[in-house]
């Protein structure tokens, strides 16, 4: 276990010290998103304060299961927290630099699914674009809506359908890159038939018949199975959110 991980461990079991440590060590990490909201008529102190707040609930919620660095994980909920000060104040304006490295990131994106056919990994895009991994996820998160992931999708059966789905509407290529990134870090969150079933379903757009063979239960118990991984990935998700 790294030294951040440790950190946190000791933090969530209630050790202030290593709270104010994980915070200080990532002090940097918190001017270097407010920098990017600058020009939007508060001071750069300011907002440094929010996004201070921002990290101190990153810390809080971060769940040691979660296959993501916690760096990469505090900078969109950082950048939320900014976002959710300045959002009264009327339309967030994203920087030019912003903007060309979504823009960069989109074109990868296309370049190697064209190739691959896959969804490509937060790392995968960062090694060709020889851009950090943190700034990949501030780009997409400032080209977006603040409130866009949190719509809600039905099925024709009128079951809730929140995060996945919202994935394949595809309606901004910003926000579809950055939920699948959101996404990954749920489904790490699963059990090896959770994520299978998840994957099979939404990613493979396979029935619930033809998952219940492959796994080798009935379709009932698909069903049944799926509508709670849905509802656990939602419930993490609020949790992360929070």
Known sequence: MDKTL???????????????????ENLGLVWAVARRFMGRGYELEDLYQIGCIG?????????????????TYAVPMISGEIKRFLRDDGMIKVSRTLKETAYKVRKAREEIMNKTGMEPKLEELSRMLEIDEEEIVASLEANVEVESIHKTIYQNDGNAIYLVDKIACEKDENESLLNQIVVEGLMAQLDEIEGKIIRLRYFENKTQTEIAKEVGISQVQVSRMEKKILLKMRENYDQRKS
Request: charged content about 40%.
């Open 6 to 24: 440790e950190l946190l461990k000791l933090a969530k079991e209630g050790n202030r010290d290593a709270k104010e440590q994980i915070v200080t």
């Open 55 to 71: 990290l101190m609930k990153c810390v809080e919620k971060f769940d040691l299961s979660y296959d993501v660095k916690f760096s």
